[in-house]
Every structure is written in structure tokens, then in C-alpha cells.
């Protein structure tokens, strides 16, 4: 089938990364691809994925903006439309008395209203927890799929100077305030462990501060941006989500895929995957340091906690889990637009 991917957004973050990756394995998996998109963002798509500019620094609400994409969606004359995002649910959905193609809309985060998705025939979620603001007949649960992670083990004790006798544990992410490493940070504060956090972003001098304060106890590298994240969880003792909020974690997947044993803060996707055991509140240091506290004085138990994750989900959160259940719900919005 042909398909038109619309993303509205600019920048680079997880939204982008997965519009990417779904165009790219739709593409090899034989279908032919469109992207609608900023520019800069088209020059980053794989060559067997089509491209088509629009000018996404303008509103939601901009009429040359409108205008512009009721055109090219028009003239790509497409099998189906999947908007991506709220921006693109918002335009495309506006558009809809004029397209012929029906529409799915893929929602990406907790936003305070959804009504963006209100005039599109289907909605794709990427949690579970996302789903419920919809009716189930008119919405699918499809994780973000990623490619295996290849995470060889190193020693990371020697390799960034840490104590021999300590655990060492692993963070990533962007360094903003929805990924919670302060909260982190004063969880492990003065335990006798070392912490590895991989990302670069706005927090990282408050961050910098704050682990100038930390007990000696406690050892915390800030590393920047890493191209070994899967080599870095792999090798530790542990990996531990704090944030504040997610809608999908990328770190989630890869670290459940490398085998890792994980703790998380209660978000998506973690809190649908892991036993209640490694799941504690968002924005609570003192339950977070004290699950730390008990489960690294077992971690056979640790591990043997994250067998059943390991094993049943596993599947979910590839490639392949991925492509063949968007085209599913390709196909059975096309059934039912085909029936009207």
C-alpha cells in the first residue's frame, strides 16, 4: 500500500527517531513510503523512503500551512494517512472533508487533551496507559519498535576510575527536568554506589552542582552524549529509569532487550512491562533509594524479577512487533473505509 506519513514537528527527539525508523521498515517491508515534513528533517530519511517538504515552522492553525498540505496529500494520492503526533492530527484532521484517503493518527505522549485526534479514524497509542483516553474500538496499542541493541560488556570500573567494590548503576537520557535524574541524584546520595548517567542537555550545570554535593560515598559521572548507551547498560549492575513523565522509553526498550535488570518510576512503558517490585512512585527519592537499597542486596532476586518481562515482551518491542502491527491497523481501517 502507499503511505503518507505526515510529522509536523521540528527538531530531533523520540518522535522523530520513530517516524524514521517506522518509514524506513515499512519501506523494506514493501511498501511504498511518503513523508510530509520540514526539510532538514527529510534530508535524515533512508533513500527508499519518499520525501515531501511543507513548512512546519508555521501554527497549526496557519492557512498557507493548510493549504500546502491538503495540496500534497492530494496529489501523492495515497492508500492511507498516518499523522504523527498532535500538530499533524490537529492539521490533517481539519483537512478531512477534503482527503479521500482515511486517517490514523499515532499519540506519542500525555498531553491535557486529545481532542487533535477526534476527526481521524483510528488512533495508534504507544502505551497502554495512552489508550485509555480513547474508545477501544477506534484505538490500537503499538510499541515503538527498535532494532536489537548490540551492547558488548566492558569494565566499567576501569574505565571510568570507579571503586572496585561498589555497584555501579546506569542512567540516560536527555538532561531535562522530565527525566527525573535529580530525583536520582538525591536518591543515591550517599549510598555506596556509582552512577554512570549517558545524555546532554538544558539540565546538565544543575545536575554538575548537584553531584559536587554528593556524599564521598557515592561516586556519579556525567558522560554527555554517548554512542555506546546499550554498551554501557549492558556492562551495569543496573539501569534506572527516574523520570518524571514518558510517554515512550527508548532506554526502557533497549535496556529490557539487552537483559539488564531495570528499576523504573511509574511511567509508560515501564509500568506495563515490570513486576510491582520494580516499579516506584514519579517524583519519590526516598522509595526510590530504598528499592535500590533492597534490591541491590539481591540481585540474583533482581534478576530473577526480570525473567517474566524478559520473556514476554521481548517480541513487542522490535522491528518486526512494530511494522506488522501498524499495517494491521492499516488494513483494518482500509476494510472499514472500503465498507461505507
Same mark, same amino acid.
Given at each position: 500500500?502507499?503511505?503518507?506519513?505526515?510529522?509536523?514537528?521540528?527538531?530531533?527527539?523520540?518522535?522523530?527517531?520513530?517516524?524514521?525508523?517506522?518509514?524506513?521498515?515499512?519501506?523494506?517491508?514493501?511498501? #511504498?513510503?511518503?513523508?510530509?515534513?520540514?526539510?532538514?528533517?527529510?534530508?535524515?530519511?533512508?533513500?527508499?523512503?519518499?520525501?515531501?517538504?511543507?513548512?512546519? #515552522?508555521?501554527?497549526?492553525?496557519?492557512?498557507?500551512?493548510?493549504?500546502?498540505?491538503?495540496?500534497?496529500?492530494?496529489?501523492?494520492?495515497?492508500?492511507? @494517512?498516518?499523522?504523527?503526533?498532535?500538530?499533524?492530527? =490537529?492539521?490533517?484532521?481539519?483537512?478531512?472533508?477534503?482527503?479521500?484517503?482515511?486517517?490514523?493518527?499515532?499519540?506519542?505522549? @500525555?498531553?491535557?487533551?486529545?481532542?487533535?485526534?477526534?476527526?481521524? #479514524?483510528?488512533?495508534?497509542?504507544?502505551?497502554?496507559?495512552? =489508550?485509555?483516553?480513547?474508545?477501544?474500538?477506534?484505538?490500537?496499542?503499538?510499541?515503538?519498535?527498535?532494532?536489537?541493541?548490540?551492547?558488548?560488556?566492558?569494565?566499567?570500573?576501569?574505565?571510568?576510575?570507579?571503586?572496585?567494590?561498589?555497584?555501579?548503576?546506569?542512567?540516560?537520557?536527555?538532561?531535562?527536568? =522530565?527525566?527525573?535524574?535529580?530525583?536520582?541524584?538525591?536518591?543515591?546520595?550517599?549510598?555506596?554506589?556509582?552512577? $554512570? @548517567?549517558?545524555?546532554?542537555?538544558?539540565?546538565?550545570?544543575?545536575?554538575?552542582?548537584?553531584?559536587?554535593?554528593?556524599?564521598?560515598?557515592?561516586?556519579?559521572?556525567?558522560?554527555?552524549?554517548?554512542?555506546?548507551?546499550?554498551?554501557?547498560?549492558?556492562?551495569?549492575?543496573?539501569?534506572?529509569?527516574?523520570?518524571?513523565?514518558?510517554?515512550?522509553?527508548?532506554?526502557?526498550?533497549?535496556?529490557?532487550?539487552?537483559?539488564?535488570?531495570?528499576?523504573?518510576? #511509574?511511567?509508560?512503558?515501564?509500568?506495563?512491562?515490570?513486576?510491582?517490585?520494580?516499579?516506584?512512585?514519579?517524583?519519590?527519592?526516598?522509595?526510590?533509594?530504598?528499592?535500590?537499597?533492597?534490591?541491590?542486596?539481591? $540481585?540474583?532476586?533482581?534478576?530473577?524479577?526480570?525473567?517474566?518481562?524478559?520473556?514476554?515482551?521481548?517480541?513487542?518491542?522490535?522491528?518486526?512487533?512494530?511494522?506488522?502491527?501498524?499495517?494491521?491497523?492499516?488494513?483494518?481501517?482500509?476494510?472499514?473505509?472500503?465498507?461505507?
Amino acid at each position: 500500500m502507499k503511505v503518507c506519513q505526515v510529522l509536523a514537528s521540528r527538531g530531533e527527539g523520540g518522535l522523530e527517531k520513530h517516524v524514521r525508523e517506522l518509514s524506513w521498515q515499512l519501506a523494506e517491508a514493501g511498501h #511504498d513510503v511518503l513523508v510530509l515534513g520540514d526539510p532538514d528533517y527529510l534530508a535524515t530519511l533512508p533513500p527508499q523512503v519518499g520525501r515531501m517538504p511543507i513548512r512546519c #515552522d508555521r501554527s497549526r492553525r496557519n492557512p498557507l500551512l493548510l493549504l500546502e498540505l491538503l495540496f500534497k496529500l492530494r496529489r501523492c494520492q495515497c492508500d492511507i @494517512i498516518h499523522a504523527q503526533a498532535n500538530k499533524a492530527a =490537529a492539521l490533517v484532521g481539519s483537512l478531512r472533508r477534503w482527503l479521500a484517503a482515511p486517517i490514523v493518527g499515532t499519540l506519542h505522549g @500525555i498531553k491535557r487533551n486529545n481532542r487533535s485526534f477526534a476527526r481521524l #479514524d483510528h488512533v495508534i497509542t504507544v502505551s497502554r496507559q495512552l =489508550a485509555k483516553s480513547f474508545q477501544k474500538a477506534r484505538c490500537s496499542v503499538v510499541y515503538n519498535g527498535i532494532a536489537t541493541p548490540e551492547g558488548g560488556k566492558i569494565d566499567l570500573r576501569a574505565e571510568f576510575g570507579l571503586p572496585a567494590s561498589q555497584p555501579v548503576l546506569c542512567a540516560a537520557g536527555h538532561l531535562v527536568q =522530565a527525566k527525573g535524574f535529580d530525583i536520582l541524584l538525591e536518591a543515591v546520595d550517599g549510598l555506596p554506589l556509582s552512577l $554512570l @548517567i549517558a545524555g546532554e542537555g538544558p539540565e546538565r550545570s544543575r545536575l554538575a552542582q548537584r553531584i559536587e554535593r554528593l556524599l564521598p560515598e557515592t561516586q556519579c559521572r556525567l558522560l554527555g552524549h554517548r554512542s555506546d548507551v546499550p554498551t554501557l547498560m549492558a556492562s551495569a549492575d543496573a539501569v534506572v529509569i527516574s523520570s518524571r513523565r514518558e510517554g515512550f522509553s527508548y532506554v526502557f526498550s533497549e535496556a529490557l532487550l539487552l537483559g539488564a535488570r531495570i528499576l523504573a518510576t #511509574d511511567v509508560p512503558v515501564a509500568n506495563e512491562v515490570l513486576p510491582a517490585e520494580l516499579i516506584v512512585p514519579v517524583e519519590d527519592a526516598q522509595a526510590l533509594r530504598n528499592r535500590l537499597q533492597s534490591l541491590l542486596e539481591n $540481585l540474583d532476586g533482581w534478576t530473577a524479577l526480570m525473567q517474566g518481562p524478559l520473556a514476554n515482551f521481548r517480541e513487542d518491542m522490535t522491528y518486526k512487533a512494530m511494522v506488522e502491527k501498524t499495517v494491521s491497523v492499516y488494513e483494518k481501517v482500509l476494510t472499514r473505509h472500503a465498507m461505507r
